[in-house]
Nanobody, 125 residues
Framework: VQLQASGGGLVQAGDSLRLSCAPPRTLGFYAVGWFRQAPGKERDVVATITWRNGRTYYADSAKGRFTISRDAAENAVYLRMNSLKPEDTAVYYC????????????????????WGQGTLVTVSS
């Protein structure tokens, strides 16, 4: 299963980016999430969204700056990132949870079953 994530790049602090993820339509998914991993650090949640009713979860670092959304017609999930900071530099991964396990709005890597290849976001100061 391939999850295509795109939209990363090199930007300056204060700029915006929109990441996109297109899970295969053949997957039945409960939620889609964005995670990130900086060099030498663990993979952390950024934001997640349940597919049926659009309930969202945000990491504290993302609140007020990032917005996750879904487009059922396009079968896509987006992460709009505003006011980017150098500490946002990381590889961003899209992931799919096929069922609810721990949280009603999944938020930990173990709750997600399929992962994309990652897209690099670099924010220069």
């Amino acid at each position: 299963v391939q999850l295509q994530a795109s939209g990363g790049g090199l930007v300056q602090a204060g700029d915006s980016l929109r990441l996109s993820c297109a899970p295969p339509r053949t997957l039945g998914f409960y939620a889609v999430g964005w995670f990130r991993q900086a060099p030498g650090k663990e993979r952390d949640v950024v934001a997640t969204i349940t597919w049926r009713n659009g309930r969202t979860y945000y990491a504290d670092s993302a609140k007020g700056r990032f917005t996750i959304s879904r487009d059922a017609a396009e079968n896509a999930v987006y992460l709009r990132m505003n006011s980017l900071k150098p500490e946002d530099t990381a590889v961003y991964y899209c992931a799919v949870a096929t069922r609810q396990t721990v949280w009603t709005i999944p938020r930990t890597p173990n709750e997600f079953d399929y992962w994309g290849q990652g897209t690099l976001v670099t924010v220069s100061s």
